[in-house]
């Protein structure tokens, strides 16, 4: 196979995998690898090869580049279905999912790949997911997240999404519990913990077990009136000589008579967790739960209240857990380094969070492509921080790459003059793909460049300022090229902005860097013109969103390279 056409191949790939629009640098890895002396001759791959190959297929259109893609590669439609998640089990009618965070804090990476999961099986299944925020401990609430959850899911979310919020489901679960009384499935045990569980273990009933219903009905009241916290707790009623002693008559409500944030003290009797999910579960009609290995003892608990109530239970699916080295992805440990002032907020760009992410430019869809690739797994898997961010990063520059708009940012910016440098106009696009300009300067001999671009190029004999003109370097003095001046093969490209006739028309820029650094500089005209929220690629700097501005400076955040 020739490069021409291996280089077709991986075009109509990612074509099709992109919906019609294949972009020329995700073929460049395929490419070296078959084709290691390319690595030497990157300009010759992507201008002669790359570039023109991606032009031919995108042009094809979606339908064509699949037919054609099917003709070079005949196991193409049998590939294709291999590819994303793997098929749920027992799928019968519409796909519920659930997601239940704790309300401790906004969503972090590892939230974000266990509800990319949920998210993407709901999609796949035209189905829909539910956020269900457990605030059922009212000892462990922070009331900023009755905000922060719905935020991250709604934006990693871009199907059917439920909210609901437990303690808004009291009466519910009041309602079950004392069906569940009534009918012998659960009962009122006024034992000393310590007392119970030294029975417990030896497979010994409580006293309180065999009670009668009527009894354990006046001591659920007294629970909601006169019972003090500890005194009393209502338990599951199952074999009590369980060969698994965690299954042995387990706790479904107590009393707590902490302050809720959101409900005052108008509950002091609350449903424990496994409760709790197996009556939403059940309520909402959950059809499929994906959780940690560490909750099988509590599947299968939920499923035996699920069988008292004669109801089916979830298909429960085991997952992985990512553990990410380098930095404690826990809302706990980050509050009180926000609360010290080590951090911003949630949103600091050196935090890994939601809603730090979500203000740097990341896209929704490139976590929930991660989440993809990763895939269902039962085993636990430990990733570093910054491999994670490789990834991710990858994938978010998939997305964004060929709608960011090119600009130039000058960070430091130092003045320098170019002797003999023509008087001239220089238009430039906004966007490699679109060949339609929009951007204008008009340039002398006078330009900016960045700080640290004075200090490498001190010792190089020719320079080429990007898409304009080459000059040579003699102990910090510049002057035009003549002779290479349409030329842009020069080792070292670098940016700049133009002093003379724009001065009055470059924007002061702030760049927040994810190590909690500040650049500052200048930017182009253009950027007076962007709308909030927009994502941009400062040429030789990065991918970066345009988050405010503060007076005459237009603040914004880096993403990545």
């Not at 951090?343 to 600091?348: A, M, Q, S």
């Amino acid at each position: 196979m020739t490069p021409e056409e291996l280089a077709r191949t991986l075009a109509l790939q990612n074509a099709v995998k992109h919906k019609g629009t294949a972009n020329p640098k995700a073929l460049v890895g395929g490419m070296i690898k078959e084709f290691p002396e390319f690595k030497k001759k990157m300009p010759a791959l992507m201008d002669d090869i790359l570039d023109k190959t991606v032009k031919e297929v995108n042009a094809l259109g979606l339908e064509k580049q699949e037919e054609e893609l099917r003709k070079e590669r005949p196991d193409f439609d049998k590939v294709e279905k291999k590819e994303g998640l793997k098929e749920l089990p027992d799928v019968k009618g519409k796909v519920v999912m659930r997601f239940e965070p704790s309300p401790s804090g906004p969503l972090h990476i590892g939230h974000a790949y266990t509800f990319s999961l949920n998210l993407e099986y709901a999609k796949k299944y035209d189905g829909k997911c539910i956020l269900r925020i457990a605030d059922t401990n009212p000892e462990n609430i922070s009331e900023d997240a009755y905000k922060l959850l719905p935020e991250d899911a709604c934006w990693l979310s871009d199907c059917e999404l439920d909210i609901a919020i437990q303690s808004e489901r009291m009466e519910l679960y009041y309602n079950y519990a004392l069906k569940l009384i009534e009918e012998k499935h659960a009962y009122v045990c006024e034992c000393e913990a310590d007392e119970f569980k030294k029975s417990k273990d030896k497979g010994i009933a409580c006293p309180c077990r065999n009670l009668s219903p009527d009894e354990h009905a006046k001591r659920w009241k007294k629970m909601h009136t006169s019972y003090e916290q500890g005194a009393a707790v209502v338990r599951f009623k199952t074999d009590i000589a369980d060969k698994n002693p965690a299954m042995r008559d387990f706790p479904l409500l107590r009393i707590n008579e902490e302050e809720h944030p959101k409900q005052g003290k108008k509950y002091r009797v609350w449903p424990l967790m496994n409760f709790s999910v197996a009556i939403d579960d059940m309520d909402m009609g959950v059809t499929h739960t994906l959780r940690g290995k560490d909750h099988a003892d509590n599947a299968k608990k939920q499923a035996k209240i699920h069988n008292a109530l004669k109801h089916n239970t979830p298909t429960a699916i085991s997952v992985g857990r990512i553990n990410f080295d380098g930095f404690p992805v826990s809302c706990s440990k980050t509050r009180p380094r926000i609360e010290s002032g080590e951090f911003t907020g949630w949103d600091d760009p050196r935090i890994p969070f939601l809603p730090a992410l979500r203000r740097r430019g990341y896209q929704p869809q490139a976590l929930r492509n991660y989440a993809i690739e990763v895939g269902v797994t039962k085993n636990d898997k430990s990733v570093h921080i910054d491999e994670f961010f490789k990834h991710i990063n990858a994938l978010n520059k998939e997305l964004i790459d060929a709608t960011a708009n090119r600009y130039f940012f000058i960070a430091d910016p130092v003045e320098i003059t170019v002797q003999d440098a023509p008087e001239q106009e220089i238009e430039l696009n906004l966007h490699p793909d679109s060949k339609k300009g929009g951007r204008k300067f008009m340039t002398k001999n006078s330009f900016f460049i960045a700080g640290k671009d004075v200090e490498a190029i001190a010792k190089m004999k020719k320079v080429r300022l990007m898409e304009n003109m080459t000059m040579k370097v003699a102990k910090n003095s510049y002057s035009f090229d003549q002779k290479e001046y349409d030329k842009a093969n020069t080792n070292t490209i670098i940016h700049w902005l133009p002093v003379e006739h724009h001065t009055q028309l470059l924007v002061k820029v702030q760049l927040l860097m994810p190590d909690g650094s500040t650049q500052h500089g200048l930017g182009e005209q253009g950027i007076s013109e962007l709308d909030e929220g927009t994502v941009v690629q400062f040429e030789r700097v990065g991918f970066c969103r345009f988050d405010r501005k503060e007076g005459d400076t237009y603040i914004f955040y880096f993403a990545h390279l």
